[in-house]
């Protein structure tokens, strides 16, 4: 088999099944969303929904209970709105490395930018800064951890680079998980412990505007090159020497996939804490409806990982009197469902 015919199978154009697999998470995305208005300690039904929405689009605030507009706009949009995006985020970084180091088992924060954002805001609540410093330090230290993972596997000459900073972000977010585990032990254990722990378990409940607005930038940057460079996404899982007989700069396009994929998964967590399963169930779902080709996986990554988020968001504040932590739902949802696709799929990954 030639290496034409290795790629025609990728880059041909969307088969029926693709263009049903991409209606079906548009259709999933719209449902939860809009059920996810409707759903938490206020429940809203379905005709006073479409009337407070008729109302804000009309221009008449008036015609529709002031309490009722303040649960939808005031408290829900944002979380919405921040589900979609983290969500997005999250699912699209592990959609990208997934691809990128040809392995399904890759997930975000295998780079250790999870860890590394999760040491920058635990030292930001361990030194009691306020919240716009502790996402900024969340941000900073995602962003640092990778750099740190690449310029250790820059620094190692090999002829299986991906296998090297695999093994790296291994090691670099384990000695940042420990000073994680170093600051818990050090912090106040009346304030600071719990506020920690509750931000490493993930949470959409404290998200505002404001936080969407000033991590939009980095979302936006990071997205570009990854819906740009969709296409070669699909030549680099072919394999370094194949890639570069077709005339691609393996190195400088994984540096680029990997800055945009951290970029965003950076993003997401300063505001949102760590939540896992999200960037490594989703893509293997996305890829279930429409195939391998990573324009399409992509673009389907993003609608369900935002659609999850939001689903799994609404699940936290409605299921108990006391708001369950993303991270625990995400990982009871998603491991046994990770199990059951191991256990039932019979064909290749690729």
């Not at 221009?59 to 309490?67: C, E, I, L, N, R």
């Not at 502790?134 to 310029?151: D, N």
Request: proline share 5%; net charge positive; glycine share 10%.
């Amino acid at each position: 088999m030639t290496t034409d015919d290795r790629i025609a199978p990728q880059i041909a154009a969307p088969t029926l099944r693709a263009r049903a697999g991409l209606w079906l998470a548009l259709l999933a995305l719209v449902a939860v969303v809009i059920l996810s208005f409707g759903i938490g300690k206020y429940p809203v039904s379905p005709g006073d929904f479409v009337a407070a929405v008729l109302a804000r689009i009309t221009g008449q605030p008036q015609a529709v209970d002031p309490t009722l507009q303040t649960v939808l706009w005031q408290v829900r949009l944002p979380r919405v709105l921040a589900g979609l995006a983290v969500g997005a985020a999250l699912a699209a970084a592990g959609a990208t490395y997934q691809g990128l180091f040809r392995n399904p088992l890759v997930s975000p924060d295998i780079l250790g930018v999870s860890s590394g954002a999760s040491l920058g805001a635990v030292l930001g609540i361990f030194l009691s800064l306020p919240v716009v410093a502790i996402q900024l330090m969340a941000f900073a230290g995602g962003l640092m951890a990778v750099a740190l993972v690449y310029a250790v596997g820059a620094s190692i000459q090999t002829r299986d680079p991906v296998l090297v900073l695999v093994l790296a972000g291994v090691a670099v977010g384990a000695l940042l998980a420990a000073c994680v585990s170093l600051l818990k032990v050090l912090a106040d254990p009346y304030n600071q412990l719990p506020a920690i722990t509750y931000w490493l378990l993930g949470s959409l409940a404290a998200v505002t505007r404001d936080d969407l607005l000033s991590v939009m930038p980095a979302l936006l940057i990071g997205f570009v090159p990854l819906i740009l460079l969709r296409w070669r996404m699909n030549l680099m899982s072919l394999g370094d020497e194949e890639a570069r007989a077709l005339g691609i700069d393996t190195t400088r396009l994984r540096c680029v996939f990997i800055a945009a994929a951290t970029l965003i998964t950076a993003a997401a967590v300063a505001i949102a804490g760590v939540i896992g399963w999200i960037g490594l169930l989703i893509p293997h779902i996305a890829r279930m409806l429409v195939g391998p080709d990573f324009g399409r996986l992509l673009l389907a990554s993003i609608m369900l990982g935002g659609g999850y988020l939001v689903g799994v968001d609404a699940l936290a504040r409605s299921i108990a009197m006391t708001e369950t932590p993303l991270g625990i739902l995400t990982a009871a949802l998603g491991a046994p469902f990770f199990l059951y696709l191991l256990a039932t799929t019979r064909r290749g990954w690729q």
